[in-house]
């Protein structure tokens, strides 16, 4: 049994941060917070090791604690489950709701598609299968705003990063590195595989919520088709 209570860190008076080994058990762990809310708790922010839990008040703050602790240990004796989803700020849970798949249409002519294929031991054509024929999911955001970390079940298109990194990436290039994959929201220095490119807005301050990725969000690519 882990020493769940060393894990779960005070961070000011309203939150605690609990530090996981890695981005699955947070997966579950937030995932877990949704289905089953906490009362007291106001919102779960998962990172890639850590998920950040804040207050409605400090009152709140023993309380709390003793349910993240019997739910950490609950979660420790249950097999995991597949694809769960998971939660960040604007996704509270909501009863009965179905889930929502984000499809974001690409077209895969990444500079970096043939050294993914190459890297994977796969043709181009079978990178690109194995892309759209993945349910990825929003563990996490970061990096710039609508800049999701999406993880697959399998894992199976895990590339290193560059050995160089590029000076500028252009708005909605997708992307593979470190067993994510992910869509750049603008224009940024960076350092992933480019394996296509979507017209899609990741991050649009008009909109309501701005980022058309959060964490928790499932996400399927399709194939774009020439016009």
Do not use: N
Request: charged content about 25%.
């Amino acid at each position: 049994m882990d020493d769940w209570d060393a894990r779960i860190r005070p961070a000011g008076d309203r939150a605690m941060l609990i530090t996981l080994d890695d981005p699955r058990p947070v997966q579950r762990l937030a995932s877990a917070l949704r289905v089953h809310a906490i009362a007291g708790v106001q919102d779960v922010l998962p990172a890639a090791e850590t998920v950040l839990v804040t207050l409605h008040a400090v009152s709140y703050g023993v309380q709390v604690r003793r349910e993240l602790l019997a739910l950490l240990d609950r979660l420790d004796q249950e097999p995991p489950q597949p694809d769960s989803a998971d939660v960040s700020r604007g996704t509270a849970p909501v009863e009965g709701c179905a889930e929502d798949i984000v499809e974001i249409p690409v077209r895969y002519d990444g500079a970096d598609l043939p050294e993914v294929a190459r890297l994977l031991d796969l043709s181009v054509a079978d990178v690109i299968a194995a892309h759209t024929g993945t349910l990825w999911r929003c563990a996490f955001v970061g990096f710039a705003p609508g800049f999701g970390y999406l993880t697959s079940p399998d894992g199976r298109l895990t590339v290193p990063r560059r050995d160089r990194a590029r000076t500028a990436i252009p708005p909605g290039a997708v992307a593979l590195a470190g067993g994510y994959s992910a869509v750049y929201p603008r224009g940024t220095p960076g350092g992933w595989q480019l394996i296509g490119r979507t017209e899609l807005r990741m991050w649009a301050v008009e909109r309501d919520p701005p980022a058309l990725v959060r964490a928790g969000s499932a996400i399927r690519f399709v194939e774009a088709t020439e016009e």
